[in-house]
């Protein structure tokens, strides 16, 4: 217990989770105070008042989300320190914490050996990230520095759609990887072919700077 915190805040919905983070926490950092919140609503009412040193938010919660809970109370407390523990992997949603306030970005696989040291790093300044996080935010830009105009003005799902046409998977695949119908694979097809004023994939993809 190399560090000592006054107070840390866990905002997780189910209980088992929440109770283990304590518990962990607990055991491996010297901490006065460790304060659990099942919702959003409580949690955002409690810190305003009495803010915590370091705040864990799960994203999905019942009413309001944590990325929403974070930005709100970043607003009012700018110091405090945020980190996401979720099971949400896609960009948009990191960006989208990231630009609420998170300063740490955690999936719910990490082992709670791996989450103590990540509250240490924020605690001393850091900034810890999953490395499946990491990666897909770099494979994110990569693609945005690739792309260009014509690619920003379709719709996200529609992006999607169009970079999993440019690595080459048939349209099953697609709807499977986006756990959508080939229908609607195709329909999204025909919506990107038409804003781009194309007639194929080899266009779509040249067009919007894959090839």
Do not use: W
Request: hydrophobic content about 40%; charged content about 30%; glycine content about 4%.
């Amino acid at each position: 217990m190399g560090i000592q915190i006054n107070s840390i805040a866990i905002i997780e919905d189910d209980s088992k989770i929440r109770q283990y983070l304590a518990e962990e926490i607990q055991l491996h950092i010297d901490v006065t105070e460790i304060r659990l919140f099942s919702n959003a609503e409580e949690a955002l009412k409690t810190l305003t008042r009495e803010p915590a040193d370091i705040v864990l938010f799960d994203v999905q919660l019942p009413g309001m989300n944590g990325i929403e809970c974070m930005r709100r109370l970043k607003i009012i407390h700018p110091k405090m320190q945020c980190m996401v523990l979720t099971v949400y992997d896609k960009p948009d949603t990191v960006f989208e914490a990231l630009k609420a306030g998170a300063i740490s970005y955690l999936l719910k696989s990490t082992p709670s050996q791996k989450i103590v040291e990540a509250i240490e790093d924020v605690y001393h300044g850091g900034s810890p990230i999953s490395s499946q996080i990491a990666r897909k935010v770099i494979e994110t830009f990569a693609m945005k520095e690739k792309t260009n105009d014509y690619f920003q003005e379709l719709s996200r799902r529609e992006q999607e759609v169009l970079e999993q046409l440019a690595k080459g998977f048939r349209y099953q695949e697609i709807g499977d990887k986006l756990f959508v119908s080939i229908e609607t694979v195709r329909t999204h097809i025909r919506n990107i072919y038409e804003k781009l004023q194309v007639n194929s994939r080899v266009d779509a993809l040249k067009k919007t700077g894959f090839l």
